[in-house]
C-alpha cells in the first residue's frame, strides 16, 4: 500500500459516503498522476523488447561489416570524454547527438567496467580492467608507478609509434606531471586542481578545454603527415553545477524520474545502498538535473568547436574519434544519489564512434556488448602496434568481439551481465557469502526487486550459469576476460 494511504482514516458513516469518498480518492490519484506523472516516476528508459542483433562487424554483421580491415591505417585519434554523465541527459547534446549518432555508431550496450571517474578512465588509457591496472578509487596516488604504469598506455605507445599526442583537461586524479610523468603526451594541458574546480572559474572550463584542443589541431597542419592523438577531457556536468552565464536560464529537456525513483523497499538491496538512501524530493532533483543539463550546453558546443576545426583544417574524415561518459549517475534511482553502483544508470553511458574514411556518415547501430576496456586495444589496432603489455579489452573492429557476458566491478562488487539482466555479488562480513541480485530487465527494466527468483529450471540453469561465470573471470586478465 502506498504510503499516502497508510495514515488515512474516516469517521463511521454510511456505505455509501464511504464508498463515494474511496472513488474521490482514486479519481483524485488518476488526476494527479496524469497531469504531474506518477509517484514513482516515469520510466526514464524503455521496457527491454527484442530487437534485431547488429555491429558493424562480426557475426551480427549479417555478412555486410561496415568496414574491411583498419589495423595499421593510422587515422588521428581523438577520444572525447565528459564527466558524471547519464545516458538520457545527451537530449541536452543536440550538436554532439548530430556528429556521432546520425553520422558515426551508437553503440547502446556501451558499459564503463567501474563507475567511478578514475578508475573508469585509468581503464580507458590502458584496456585493462581496475583490478588489474589498480586504480580502484579516486584517491589512487599510491598506485602509480606500481599497479598502473603510464608507459602501458595508449598515449605513451602511439608517441613511441610515432603519433603526436595531446592532454586537454582532467587526465587522472591527483596526477602532478612533475612528480609522476608527462603520461605519453606531448602537449599535457590538466587544470584539474585549477579552473575546473574553482566554482567561479567553473563555467569557463569547457571551451577553455575545447579551444586548447581546437589549437592543437591547427598547431599540426605544420606536421600534417604525422598522425595525432588527442584526448579532451569535458568537466560538464560534474560539480558543480555552474552554467555559463549565457545558460543560466537556458530551457532543457526535463528531467524524467526513473522507474525506480525513491523507491521505498530497498530490502533486496545490499547495506551500503540502503545507507546512503537520501531524503531528496522530486522537485529538488528536478531542479538539480535541470543545472547539471544546462553545464552540458557548453560541452556541446565545445564538441561542436573541435569538429568545425577538424572540418577547417581537412582532418574530419580520416579522424577516429569516439565519445564517452566516465560513468552514468543515479538521480534518485533507488533512492540514491551517486554514482560507483552496479546499476543500468551508473554503468550503460552514452558511447558513441565516428570515422567517415572508413564508416562513412550514416548513423549506425551496434548491439554489442561493448566497454572502455576495449578503447585502448582499438586504438592499437589502427595504429599498428602490438603493444608492450597484455590488454584485457578487445578492438571495437575485431569480428571476435562478440561478448555473450560483460564483467563489471567496484571495491564493494562484482557483476556480470549480458542483454537482459545483470548478476551482482556485493562483499559481506563473511567472505564465502556476498550478498546476491539477480535481475531480468524483460520483467524488471527498473532493477527494482533484485531477490533471486529460482522457481523454474530456466530460472535456475541461467542462475548458475552467470554465478559460475563470474565466479571464473572476476580476477581474469588478458585473453581470459570476457
Same mark, same amino acid.
Given at each position: 500500500?502506498?504510503?499516502?494511504?497508510?495514515?488515512?482514516?474516516?469517521?463511521?458513516?454510511?456505505?455509501?459516503?464511504?464508498?463515494?469518498?474511496?472513488?474521490?480518492?482514486?479519481?483524485?490519484?488518476?488526476?494527479?498522476?496524469?497531469?504531474?506523472?506518477?509517484?514513482?516516476?516515469?520510466?526514464?528508459?524503455?521496457?527491454?523488447?527484442?530487437?534485431?542483433?547488429?555491429?558493424?562487424?562480426?557475426?551480427?554483421?549479417?555478412?555486410?561489416?561496415?568496414?574491411?580491415?583498419?589495423?595499421?591505417?593510422?587515422?588521428?585519434?581523438?577520444?572525447?570524454?565528459?564527466?558524471?554523465?547519464?545516458?538520457?541527459?545527451?537530449?541536452?547534446?543536440?550538436?554532439?547527438?548530430?556528429?556521432?549518432?546520425?553520422?558515426?555508431?551508437?553503440?547502446?550496450?556501451?558499459?564503463?567496467?567501474?563507475?567511478?571517474?578514475?578508475?573508469?578512465?585509468?581503464?580507458?588509457?590502458?584496456?585493462?580492467?581496475?583490478?588489474?591496472?589498480?586504480?580502484?578509487?579516486?584517491?589512487?596516488?599510491?598506485?602509480?608507478?606500481? *599497479?598502473? !604504469?603510464?608507459? %602501458?598506455?595508449?598515449? +605513451?605507445?602511439?608517441? &613511441?609509434?610515432?603519433?603526436? @599526442? =595531446?592532454?586537454?583537461?582532467?587526465?587522472?586524479?591527483?596526477?602532478?606531471?612533475?612528480?609522476?610523468?608527462?603520461?605519453?603526451?606531448?602537449?599535457?594541458?590538466?587544470?584539474?586542481?585549477?579552473?575546473?574546480?574553482?566554482?567561479?572559474?567553473?563555467?569557463?572550463?569547457?571551451?577553455?578545454?575545447?579551444?586548447?584542443?581546437?589549437?592543437?589541431?591547427?598547431?599540426?597542419?605544420?606536421?600534417?603527415?604525422?598522425?595525432?592523438?588527442?584526448?579532451?577531457?569535458?568537466?560538464?556536468?560534474?560539480?558543480?553545477?555552474?552554467?555559463?552565464?549565457?545558460?543560466?536560464?537556458?530551457?532543457?529537456?526535463?528531467?524524467?524520474?526513473?522507474?525506480?525513483?525513491?523507491?521505498?523497499?530497498?530490502?533486496?538491496?545490499?547495506?551500503?545502498?540502503?545507507?546512503?538512501?537520501?531524503?531528496?524530493?522530486?522537485?529538488?532533483?528536478?531542479?538539480?538535473?535541470?543545472?547539471?543539463?544546462? *553545464?552540458? !550546453?557548453?560541452? %556541446?558546443?565545445?564538441? +561542436?568547436?573541435?569538429? &568545425?576545426?577538424?572540418?577547417? @583544417? =581537412?582532418?574530419?574524415?580520416?579522424?577516429?574519434?569516439?565519445?564517452?561518459?566516465?560513468?552514468?549517475?543515479?538521480?534518485?534511482?533507488?533512492?540514491?544519489?551517486?554514482?560507483?553502483?552496479?546499476?543500468?544508470?551508473?554503468?550503460?553511458?552514452?558511447?558513441?564512434?565516428?570515422?567517415?574514411?572508413?564508416?562513412?556518415?550514416?548513423?549506425?547501430?551496434?548491439?554489442?556488448?561493448?566497454?572502455?576496456?576495449?578503447?585502448?586495444?582499438?586504438?592499437?589496432?589502427?595504429?599498428?602496434?602490438?603493444?608492450?603489455?597484455?590488454?584485457?579489452?578487445?578492438?571495437?573492429?575485431?569480428?571476435?568481439?562478440?561478448?555473450?557476458?560483460?564483467?563489471?566491478?567496484?571495491?564493494?562488487?562484482?557483476?556480470?551481465?549480458?542483454?537482459?539482466?545483470?548478476?551482482?555479488?556485493?562483499?559481506?562480513?563473511?567472505?564465502?557469502?556476498?550478498?546476491?541480485?539477480?535481475?531480468?530487465?524483460?520483467?524488471?527494466?527498473?532493477?527494482?526487486?533484485?531477490?533471486?527468483?529460482?522457481?523454474?529450471?530456466?530460472?535456475?540453469?541461467?542462475?548458475?550459469?552467470?554465478?559460475?561465470?563470474?565466479?571464473?573471470?572476476?580476477?581474469?586478465?588478458?585473453?581470459?576476460?570476457?
Amino acid at each position: 500500500m502506498s504510503d499516502l494511504y497508510k495514515g488515512l482514516t474516516m469517521s463511521v458513516g454510511s456505505r455509501g459516503k464511504i464508498a463515494f469518498a474511496a472513488a474521490l480518492v482514486v479519481a483524485l490519484a488518476v488526476f494527479v498522476a496524469l497531469i504531474f506523472g506518477s509517484t514513482r516516476g516515469r520510466a526514464a528508459r524503455d521496457v527491454v523488447v527484442d530487437r534485431a542483433e547488429t555491429a558493424i562487424v562480426g557475426p551480427k554483421a549479417a555478412g555486410k561489416p561496415a568496414v574491411g580491415n583498419v589495423r595499421g591505417t593510422r587515422p588521428n585519434i581523438l577520444l572525447i570524454i565528459t564527466d558524471d554523465q547519464e545516458k538520457t541527459s545527451m537530449r541536452a547534446m543536440p550538436k554532439t547527438l548530430k556528429l556521432f549518432k546520425r553520422q558515426g555508431v551508437d553503440f547502446n550496450h556501451g558499459y564503463v567496467t567501474t563507475p567511478l571517474c578514475c578508475p573508469a578512465r585509468a581503464t580507458m588509457y590502458s584496456g585493462l580492467y581496475a583490478h588489474n591496472h589498480g586504480i580502484i578509487t579516486n584517491n589512487p596516488t599510491k598506485q602509480f608507478g606500481k *599497479t598502473y !604504469l603510464w608507459q %602501458d598506455t595508449f598515449p +605513451a605507445e602511439l608517441q &613511441r609509434n610515432g603519433y603526436y @599526442t =595531446g592532454q586537454f583537461g582532467k587526465y587522472l586524479n591527483n596526477w602532478n606531471k612533475k612528480r609522476e610523468g608527462d603520461a605519453g603526451f606531448d602537449v599535457f594541458k590538466d587544470d584539474y586542481n585549477g579552473i575546473e574546480h574553482d566554482r567561479k572559474e567553473r563555467s569557463k572550463a569547457d571551451m577553455l578545454t575545447a579551444r586548447r584542443g581546437a589549437r592543437f589541431v591547427k598547431d599540426r597542419e605544420s606536421s600534417d603527415k604525422q598522425p595525432w592523438m588527442m584526448t579532451v577531457s569535458l568537466r560538464s556536468p560534474h560539480t558543480p553545477l555552474v552554467a555559463e552565464k549565457k545558460y543560466d536560464n537556458a530551457r532543457v529537456p526535463k528531467f524524467k524520474p526513473p522507474i525506480s525513483f525513491n523507491e521505498t523497499d530497498l530490502s533486496d538491496k545490499p547495506k551500503y545502498l540502503r545507507e546512503k538512501r537520501h531524503d531528496k524530493t522530486l522537485g529538488y532533483i528536478t531542479k538539480r538535473y535541470q543545472k547539471y543539463e544546462q *553545464t552540458l !550546453l557548453s560541452a %556541446d558546443d565545445g564538441v +561542436a568547436k573541435v569538429f &568545425r576545426t577538424l572540418k577547417e @583544417t =581537412g582532418e574530419d574524415r580520416d579522424t577516429l574519434a569516439i565519445f564517452v561518459s566516465d560513468n552514468g549517475y543515479l538521480f534518485g534511482a533507488h533512492g540514491v544519489l551517486g554514482k560507483v553502483f552496479p546499476y543500468q544508470e551508473a554503468t550503460n553511458v552514452p558511447m558513441y564512434m565516428r570515422w567517415p574514411a572508413e564508416l562513412g556518415k550514416k548513423g549506425r547501430l551496434d548491439t554489442r556488448l561493448v566497454a572502455n576496456v576495449d578503447f585502448a586495444p582499438t586504438f592499437y589496432d589502427v595504429a599498428g602496434i602490438d603493444p608492450g603489455y597484455q590488454v584485457d579489452g578487445k578492438s571495437l573492429f575485431d569480428p571476435g568481439n562478440d561478448r555473450k557476458y560483460m564483467l563489471t566491478e567496484s571495491v564493494k562488487w562484482k557483476a556480470i551481465q549480458d542483454k537482459r539482466g545483470s548478476l551482482i555479488e556485493t562483499k559481506t562480513n563473511d567472505p564465502g557469502k556476498p550478498f546476491v541480485e539477480l535481475y531480468d530487465w524483460n520483467v524488471d527494466p527498473g532493477e527494482m526487486d533484485g531477490k533471486p527468483r529460482l522457481n523454474n529450471a530456466n530460472q535456475k540453469q541461467r542462475y548458475r550459469e552467470m554465478s559460475d561465470y563470474l565466479e571464473k573471470v572476476k580476477d581474469c586478465s588478458g585473453s581470459d576476460c570476457p
